[in-house]
C-alpha cells in the first residue's frame, strides 16, 4: 500500500515538475494530465477490481514491471526535450504514450489496495495537489539552476531511484 501511495505521489510530481518547461500551455497541460490520470487510472482499477490480471504469488514481477516503465518514461523524456517546447509537445508521443501507460499501472496497482470510490476520488485529489507542488517546486529548481540543462531531469531520476529502491 505504501509502495502504491508513493507511485501516485512521485508520477504526480514528476509530471508536474516536467511540464514546468512547456511554457505557453500550462493550464492546457494540467487539465490533460489530470483527465489522463483520472481514465487511465480508472481502467487499471477496473482490471484490478475484477482480477483479471493479478500477480499474488509473483509480487515481484509488479516491481521490475515498474522499474521498466520509468525506464521507458525517462527514455522517452530524454529523446524528446526540447529546450524551447518542452517535453510535452506535439512530436513527443513515445512520451505521452509511456505516460498513459504509467498512470494504467499505477490504477491497477493501486486498486488491489483501494477498492472504492472514495478512495479513487481522494487518489485523483491527491494526484491534484502533488501535480501542483511538482509544478512549483520545479519551477524554483529552474529559476535556481537556469544555465544547467540537467535540472529538467531531476524528477526522472528521483522516480528512477524510487523504482530501483523497490526493486531492492
Request: charged share 5%; net charge positive.
Amino acid at each position: 500500500m505504501f509502495a502504491s501511495m508513493m507511485e501516485i505521489m512521485l508520477a504526480a510530481v514528476t509530471v508536474g515538475a516536467a511540464s514546468v518547461y512547456t511554457r505557453d500551455k500550462q493550464t492546457m497541460l494540467s487539465v490533460l494530465f489530470i483527465l489522463f490520470f483520472a481514465s487511465f487510472a480508472y481502467l487499471g482499477f477496473l482490471l484490478s477490481s475484477y482480477h483479471i490480471i493479478y500477480l499474488e504469488q509473483l509480487h515481484w514481477t509488479v516491481n521490475v514491471v515498474r522499474f521498466l516503465l520509468v525506464v521507458s518514461i525517462g527514455a522517452a523524456a530524454m529523446f524528446s526535450f526540447i529546450p524551447y517546447q518542452g517535453f510535452f509537445h506535439s512530436q513527443s508521443k513515445h512520451l505521452w504514450l509511456a505516460v498513459s501507460v504509467f498512470y494504467l499501472f499505477i490504477g491497477w496497482h493501486a486498486g488491489h489496495w483501494f477498492g472504492s470510490w472514495y478512495m479513487f476520488t481522494g487518489l485523483i485529489i491527491m494526484f491534484i495537489i502533488f501535480y501542483v507542488s511538482g509544478n512549483i517546486l520545479q519551477g524554483m529548481v529552474h529559476i535556481k539552476l537556469r544555465q544547467r540543462q540537467i535540472a529538467a531531469y531531476f524528477p526522472f531520476l528521483i522516480l528512477l531511484l524510487f523504482s530501483i529502491l523497490l526493486l531492492l
